[in-house]
């Protein structure tokens, strides 16, 4: 097997700089778990920046005077290698020593391809208290019992995402002032329109919109549903992965019913279920519960669905409604959890919470609120003994009052406000 070209550092002591592209914010982050025994493991989304990430961490340690020899680097995207054979190889043809003698950096991408990953990875490990492994997977890789069991205490785990909205303004070089929004206000509805359309994948900032449907069903969707997920799971029905794409695309945050689901598709209600599961696990969908205040409760009750990001549904179903997309949008940028829907018809689109508190945030765009909109905040707002809730709109800006309860209306492309509002800070 050729390691050579994997680790081109060996021969020159430099990782090549189109190799490298633009350091983000989590790069600041992992600074302090360098040192620290524990492996680290970077989760996301294919073509989120993983591989760039360790490059980029690669080119700083060598920087500071690690030996280029003692910085190991393997993909095991489409390499069907032995974690094993590769350290044997390693140790006989560049350290010319045992791995165990010395400080060495051990990088490995797609760990997840790897077979028994977690069991090799735990015994490299805990055999070689000198070295520093550092992982990354395009899979929620963590989500699995075992995994955790057995990794338990062994790593930290960093979730590597496409941009943020205030990362692509950077990567686009827009200089926005965020607390005079109304100032940017046609910026920032370009530019939201450009962040929705590429979803923060840093390939996708220049591309038409041919390309970026190319870009994400070919490059992206597909690989994923028809290779690596078959590949991880020994999938019969890749196309059914398509398919519960295609149903969540068209309509993002639809009910998730399983029986009724499997039986539109034709398929058993289990089968349907895991399918969805091996599509979370590729971190495309996002889950979110009925609140209640009970946690199995939640769990219990029916569940909506969205894709992970904007520009997957975009790419399947470019003639989505605006203000679904903004619908997806907020949940996705909040990290949502939660929605409501009671017995009585009652819905509230995100029930954010923090610090045991929630915020029921309605997403309403449309060109006039009426009371209706509100009325559902305010009952929520009274039946949990809370004070505020948060109305994202088109254009309206004002706050409604009953009492001592405040509904604030914000538009969508104030988006620092509402962000601010949602973590609990005043402007």
């Not at 899979?139 to 699995?144: D, E, P, R």
């Not at 569940?303 to 790419?315: G, Q």
Request: one cysteine or more; proline letters at 3%; glycine letters at 4%.
């Amino acid at each position: 097997m050729d390691l050579y070209n994997f680790n081109p550092w060996w021969k020159d002591g430099k990782v090549p700089s189109e190799l490298l592209g633009k350091k983000r914010k989590i790069f600041s982050e992992i600074n302090g778990y360098l040192n620290k025994r524990q492996m680290l493991l970077f989760t996301g989304l294919r073509r989120a920046g993983k591989t760039t990430l360790m490059y980029q961490i690669i080119d700083d340690l060598l920087k500071k005077g690690s030996r280029p020899y003692d910085i190991f680097y393997f993909s095991f995207d489409e390499m069907k290698y032995d974690l094993e054979d590769l350290i044997k190889q390693y140790e006989i043809e560049v350290l010319r020593e045992d791995i165990c003698k010395k400080n060495v950096f051990i990088f490995l991408d797609e760990i997840q391809k790897l077979k028994d990953w977690a069991s090799k990875v735990k015994l490299l490990y805990d055999m070689n208290p000198r070295t520093k492994i550092f992982l990354s997977g395009s899979a929620q890789v963590t989500i699995w019992k075992e995994t955790r069991e057995s990794l338990a205490g062994r790593f930290f785990d960093f979730v590597m995402k496409p941009l943020d909205f205030d990362e692509y303004l950077e990567f686009k070089g827009s200089e926005i002032d965020t607390i005079r929004e109304k100032i940017f206000e046609k910026d920032i509805k370009r530019h939201l329109t450009g962040f929705l359309r590429t979803g923060g994948f840093i390939e996708a900032l220049e591309f038409d919109e041919p390309m970026l449907r190319k870009y994400f069903k070919e490059s992206l969707l597909q690989r994923v549903i028809f290779i690596d997920i078959p590949q991880t799971f020994k999938l019969d029905l890749p196309e059914l992965l398509h398919k519960l794409l295609m149903i969540t695309a068209s309509r993002p945050g639809f009910y998730l019913d399983y029986k009724n689901l499997g039986n539109d598709l034709k398929i058993d209600q289990r089968t349907t279920s895991n399918y969805i599961s091996y599509l979370e696990y590729a971190l495309f969908l996002q889950k979110l519960y009925n609140y209640s205040r009970n946690l199995l409760t939640s769990e219990k009750k029916v569940k909506r669905l969205y894709l992970s990001n904007t520009a997957f549904t975009l790419a399947l179903n470019p003639e989505v409604d605006f203000s679904l997309i903004l619908e997806q949008f907020f949940v996705n940028s909040l990290e949502a959890q939660f929605f409501l829907k009671t017995p009585q018809k009652e819905e509230i689109d995100i029930i954010h919470t923090r610090d045991r508190q929630a915020l029921p945030i309605e997403i309403k765009i449309k060109g006039k609120i009426d009371k209706e909109d509100i009325k559902i905040l305010f009952k929520f707002l009274e039946r949990n003994k809370l004070q505020r809730a948060l109305l994202v709109t088109l254009d309206t800006e004002t706050a409604y009052r009953k009492e001592k309860l405040t509904v604030e209306a914000i538009p969508y492309w104030k988006y620092w406000s509402i962000m601010k509002r949602v973590h609990g800070k005043e402007i």
